[in-house]
């Protein structure tokens, strides 16, 4: 998500300070920058007495990337960036809508993320646990989101909404978890 930021100019790893580059493992992916979910590119920057152990356990986890995914990462960094920059500004305005939206709810408080296109709102003012909700958006509301404690007990009392849908399709969510919400 390092190029999925709204406010500041641009992503700061803890690499870039004293002492820490040989002390850090840098880690990104194409999938949410250029769009590329799935195709399961990625790299890593780290010290260089690591990258043969990185390799080793990359290999026999994932095998080898097929040639093609990695001639459309080569395509992604060299070519235009200006869709990034259409893509963050259109993840900034779904935003808006999703996090205005999850405060008008009953129950619901939720804080603009600084970056990528999740809503982690406070749910525990609704009365259920996470998962409880979860559950019920789903089953009666057909909304998806992401328990809080998929992320570890400290989760509980949130879920997690993917803003990365249309604002059409993020409005009617809205409605049908206040709908959910009020029976």
């Known amino acids: 998500?390092?190029?999925?930021?709204?406010?500041?100019?641009?992503?700061?790893?803890?690499?870039?300070r004293p002492g820490m580059a040989e002390r850090t493992i840098v880690l990104d992916g194409f999938s949410k920058s250029y769009a590329?979910?799935?195709?399961?590119?990625?790299?890593?920057?780290?010290?260089?007495?690591?990258?043969?152990?990185?390799?080793r356990l990359m290999?026999?986890?994932?095998?080898?990337?097929?040639?093609?995914?990695?001639?459309?990462?080569v395509a992604a960094l060299e070519g235009p960036q200006d869709g990034v920059a259409q893509m963050r500004a259109e993840f900034a305005r779904r935003r808006e809508v999703i996090v205005a939206g999850l405060n008008q709810i009953p129950g619901i408080s939720c804080q603009a993320p600084a970056g990528a296109f999740y809503a982690f709102p406070d749910i525990r003012g609704t009365g259920h646990t996470s998962r409880q909700l979860s559950d019920k958006l789903m089953n009666e509301a057909g909304v998806a989101a992401l328990f809080g404690t998929a992320f570890g007990a400290q989760g509980e009392g949130y879920l997690r909404f993917s803003y990365a849908n249309s604002l059409a399709n993020i409005e009617e969510g809205l409605k049908r978890i206040n709908q959910a919400l009020a029976s």
Do not use: K
């Open 59 to 73: 290999i026999n986890s994932n095998s080898c990337t097929a040639s093609f995914t990695q001639l459309a990462g």
């Open 36 to 55: 590329m979910t799935g195709w399961r590119l990625g790299y890593g920057v780290m010290p260089e007495w690591l990258a043969e152990h990185f390799t």
């Open 1 to 16: 998500y390092s190029r999925l930021i709204y406010t500041g100019d641009r992503h700061e790893t803890i690499a870039t």
